[in-house]
């Protein structure tokens, strides 16, 4: 989501019962001015805003000193909550509101997006997804679409978020690409046409992230691998999975490795580099992004 802050950046009160364009349905949130905030303000505010959680030790890392951006969650643009992840920064209600009623007629749906995650649970997953992402987008990964668990519990596609989410689809980088082109793999431009569910299109790994609840466990990951064994033969990339480091699938993983009659680690069926796709067999399924817990 791009959300800039405006050339003539001019105050907008949203607190007004009175002011159609900024009405909230049920009680109303808070005054905030998002636009009336410094450029170094309003700078970590739409870090928050475009990425739904982070830790403070990554607002820390982008933007300097806690002390000189908390005035962010005294003044109620965002909250702070205690998670097993640490300490992770969300949106308040009122700016998610201000947010999400000034882009709902926004023709591009990535414009439209704004989340509000309610609990510390949804907070520190959402958090860690995007340090697993942040490390991803390093290596040259870029998310396509992402998979939204709703309120009815019903995974829903890349459009309006209505929940968690659930997995996030990649596009590999582009030196990736290349090679797998080389090797009469060629990555072609996303079909949305195919069912979102749909996740044989070659070189779009999908990625599952968790922390809260003990994360992915392992008949999780053992459903989701059993997925990825059965879908077509062309993906050639791996299931990429994030886990807390302390996490407890070592039993999924010496399963995974047995599979495969190679004993090195590449051939075990754990990704550990891109010389997989100059291979003729033994494709690797799974790749492990192991993230502290603080």
């Not at 399963?255 to 550990?272: M, R």
Request: charged residues 25%.
């Amino acid at each position: 989501m791009s959300v800039e802050m405006p050339a003539d950046a001019k105050v907008r009160i949203c607190h007004a019962p009175t002011n159609p364009p900024c009405s909230y349905p049920g009680d109303m949130p808070p005054r905030i001015e998002p636009y009336s905030l410094s450029e170094f303000k309003f700078r970590v505010l739409r870090d928050v805003l475009q990425h739904g959680s982070l830790t403070t030790r990554r607002l820390v890392r982008g933007h300097g000193p806690k002390m000189t951006w908390d005035a962010l969650i005294r003044e109620g643009y965002l909250r702070a909550a205690q998670t097993m992840y640490g300490e992770v920064v969300g949106l308040s209600k009122a700016t998610y509101q201000f947010f999400r009623y000034q882009n709902e007629d926004a023709d591009d749906p990535a414009d439209q997006r704004v989340d509000y995650l309610t609990g510390p649970t949804l907070l520190a997953d959402r958090a860690f997804q995007n340090d697993a992402l942040e490390i991803l987008e390093r290596e040259g990964y870029r998310v396509i679409a992402r998979q939204y668990v709703n309120k009815q519990k019903k995974v829903v596609g890349n459009g309006r978020p209505e929940g968690h989410i659930v997995s996030y689809m990649l596009r590999v980088p582009a030196h990736v690409a290349e090679l797998m082109a080389q090797n009469k793999f060629p990555v072609k431009p996303f079909d949305w046409r195919q069912d979102y569910h749909h996740l044989g299109q070659t070189g779009y790994p999908s990625l599952y992230a968790s922390i809260g609840n003990g994360g992915i466990k392992s008949a999780r990951l053992r459903a989701l691998l059993r997925a990825h064994e059965e879908g077509p033969p062309g993906w050639k990339h791996p299931l990429i999975v994030a886990l807390p480091q302390d996490h407890d699938t070592h039993d999924v993983l010496r399963h995974v490795a047995l599979k495969h009659a190679d004993s090195s680690l590449e051939g075990s069926g754990i990704w550990t580099g891109w010389s997989y796709i100059k291979e003729r067999q033994g494709i690797p399924r799974l790749r492990i992004i192991e993230l502290p817990r603080r």
